[in-house]
């Protein structure tokens, strides 16, 4: 049963943006067309391990789903010319039933992005139907409980169906309206594809390549629109790094330590070109042509030590003038530690705890106790790099920092001996 469950997981994972697509174009509701999705799922758990797994589940779901609408249509008393249609043509082989719908998958964030709807609640919305993460995936990259992820998905696909929005891409008079949560909820998407926040995997490729595929999309319905390039330009980018960013058994490597040989060059190609787009608008620079733009200066520096670091620092301190963020402290943090050293950026870092930002978040005490470590402070630099472990939801990232206290554990320095030689060098 144990592995009927990870193959159920597997498919929803990467079907599941498709497969509720389908259904919300069928009955033209998000928040319907997701729980037909949720049924036929427990519907694969019930009849796969007795009958197998089907040649194509990501079909069979739909299939599944599709008549339960029928049979709901039926016992409603709803049987109008669109039912008979749809009962006529539906086949009972699941290869039939699967049609490629790549375009209902973009109506579909673009419907969760109405604005009918709060950012937070589009997001919420959009993350849990397209990119099928859970409450507590979407938790983590939010930084909330889980209890106001739910409420917030609750609220929207009953706000979604009390206003009758229609599953469509809108007018394109309407674009600009949804563009910032169209674009927000596809780089989150892309973020978690690029570091999970649960599970084995520390890259999930599938949601990353989505992501991708869905920004250069927009980018052909908005093409004078610079921020889209500017993601896209981000996310190629970033997805140059993937072939370095792990070893055979899926053990991360951090940027530091990563064959920049192996980095797609094809794809900062693009990437660059994108970002030269986005400039050539001439309306300057947004957040995501910021944050391509320190993409941008790692994908030219042959080596880490070779990176412009000032340059990053700088740009980490446009993007959060423009944009303020604890991440992008953080981040800012760890390259002024490449730029200047660790001390100034233990200052940057010890504001954001005083301030109780990131709070039940690894990240923080991740840097910190990076930081900590490269001062020589190594008892308070394992606490932290041990607590930040104990929040990590993905289990290679918790071994990266386990790890890491570890070596810092071996190497015999205590915060004694460290102050002792610190004095005798004075």
């Known amino acids: 049963m144990d592995g009927i469950s990870a193959r159920v997981d597997a498919v929803w994972r990467i079907e599941s943006a ?15 067309a997701e729980d037909l999705a949720q049924d036929a799922l427990v519907e694969a758990l019930r009849q796969w391990p007795r009958d197998g797994v089907p040649e194509n589940p990501g079909a069979w779901l739909t299939a599944v789903a599709k008549r339960r609408a029928i049979d709901q249509w039926r016992r409603k008393e709803r049987l109008d010319d669109r039912y008979r249609a749809m009962a006529s043509t539906l086949d009972e082989s699941a290869d039939d039933a699967w049609e490629p719908i790549d375009d209902d998958v973009l109506r579909l964030v673009f419907t969760a992005c109405h604005p009918v709807l709060s950012r937070e609640a589009q997001v919420a919305l959009t993350l849990r139907t397209v990119a099928g993460l859970s409450t507590e995936e979407i938790a983590r990259l939010y930084f909330v409980p889980v209890a106001t992820v739910q409420q917030r998905i609750v609220r929207a696909k009953k706000t979604i169906s009390a206003a009758r929005v229609p599953f469509d891409t809108p007018e394109p008079s309407e674009w600009k309206e949804r563009l910032a949560g169209v674009l927000s909820v596809i780089y989150l998407v892309f973020t978690e594809g690029y570091a999970a926040t649960s599970g084995t995997d520390w890259i999930r490729t599938d949601l990353a390549n989505e992501a991708l595929r869905l920004g250069r999309m927009v980018a052909s319905l908005l093409p004078r629109e610079p921020e889209v390039h500017a993601l896209v330009a981000l996310m190629e980018l970033q997805a140059a790094r993937f072939p370095s960013r792990t070893r055979a058994d899926g053990t991360p490597i951090l940027l530091t330590e990563q064959d920049r040989t192996r980095w797609d060059r094809a794809q900062i190609l693009r990437g660059r070109a994108a970002l030269a787009r986005a400039d050539a608008l001439g309306s300057g620079r947004g957040p995501y042509a910021l944050q391509a733009a320190i993409a941008e200066v790692h994908a030219l520096a042959p080596t880490p030590e070779e990176t412009d670091w000032p340059r990053i620092v700088l740009l980490y301190e446009a993007l959060g003038r423009l944009a303020p963020n604890p991440v992008v402290e953080l981040n800012r943090a760890a390259a002024v530690a490449m730029a200047t050293g660790p001390a100034t950026a233990l200052q940057i870092v010890d504001e ?19 930081l900590l470590g490269q001062l020589g402070r190594t008892d308070e630099a394992i606490s932290e790099l041990q607590s930040a472990a104990a929040l990590a939801g993905n289990e290679r990232e918790r071994d990266v920092l386990l790890e890491k206290a570890a070596r810092l554990r071996a190497s015999g320095i205590r915060d004694g001996d460290a102050a002792a030689r610190r004095d005798a060098a004075e």
């Open 18 to 32: 498709r497969i509720v697509a389908t259904l919300a174009k069928m009955t033209g509701d998000v928040g319907a």
């Open 352 to 370: 954001l705890v005083e301030q109780g930002a990131l709070r039940g978040s690894h990240l923080l005490p991740g840097v910190r106790g990076e």
